[in-house]
């Protein structure tokens, strides 16, 4: 029916945007990490090898969106493609990433003291776990989880995805590609500073679409004698004329 395609064209479309926004906000708060910490730092701090890798473990995450659940309120009403609504949401919820990265470098240059390969290996894990999971916040204007769920999906996609790339810098092939096991200490801290990030996050996003959603209109009461004089400019109030018949 035309009504379920119009639906289905709205849950694309709002699909879509969930991925335009995490790539444009991902992508700018990484690349201002990586400007911050080459002006800082004495050695890179990832190798363009593991950023394309990065991006990889990122992209492949984010193959399954086109099968997340839609919220309700977004299938009620047509969307449109705003730039400057993307670009006000890339420059806000990019420098949080980069804050982030930011505090992650700092602890583990000086509270930890890594070498190159060990900081590229925390660094690796704490970006992938941070630009991955936050697709379950912004995915929703609703609480995500307890009043909006992702499908199935998505969830094992974006959960195996964090799984390998915890996994990698751990694992033998660790020294090919250019890590080493990351301080365990560091490692420990991992699990609360992803979900202040996760937190810090949500309470943005709540703000920042406050900020760009339109208040709803006011109706205004119908008043029946303004309907009936506007319709009486449109109304006949003489019969009119019989047809007629033509003579034979």
């Known amino acids: 029916m035309l009504a379920d ?11 879509t945007i969930k991925y335009v ?7 700018f708060g990484n690349m201002f990490s990586v400007t911050v910490a080459s002006a800082f730092l004495p050695f890179l701090p990832m190798l363009p090898f593991q950023i394309l890798l990065n991006n990889l473990l990122y992209d492949t995450s984010q193959l399954a969106i086109p099968t997340d659940h839609v919220d309700p309120e977004q299938l009620l009403r047509p969307s449109h493609w705003d730039v400057a609504e993307i670009r006000r ?7 949080i990433s980069s804050a982030f990265d930011i505090a992650s470098f700092a602890v583990l240059i000086w509270v930890f003291h890594a070498t190159a390969p060990a900081f590229r290996a925390g660094w690796f894990i704490e970006s992938i776990a941070t630009q991955t999971l936050v697709v379950f916040v912004i995915r929703t204007l609703r609480v995500p989880f307890l009043r ?40 420990a801290l991992m699990v609360p500073f992803v979900v202040v990030y996760l937190v810090v996050v949500d309470v943005a996003k709540l703000f920042f679409f406050r900020e760009v959603t339109p208040a709803p209109r006011k109706l205004r009461r119908a008043r029946p004698h303004r309907i009936h004089r506007i319709a009486a400019r449109w109304s006949h109030h003489e019969p009119l004329p019989a047809p007629q018949v033509p003579a034979p």
Not at 5 to 15: H, P, S
Not at 21 to 27: A, C, F, I, L, P
Not at 149 to 159: E, F, G, I, K, N
């Open 148 to 187: 909006s769920r992702p499908s199935r999906t998505l969830a094992v996609s974006v959960l195996a995805v964090v799984v390998v790339g915890i996994a990698l810098p751990l694992s033998p092939m660790a020294a090919t590609l250019g890590f080493a096991t990351p301080p365990i200490g560091f490692m």
């Open 5 to 15: 395609g119009v639906v289905e064209g709205r849950r694309t479309f709002a699909n």
């Open 21 to 27: 926004r995490m790539g444009t906000s991902s992508n």
């Open 89 to 95: 949401f890339m420059l806000r919820f990019g420098p």
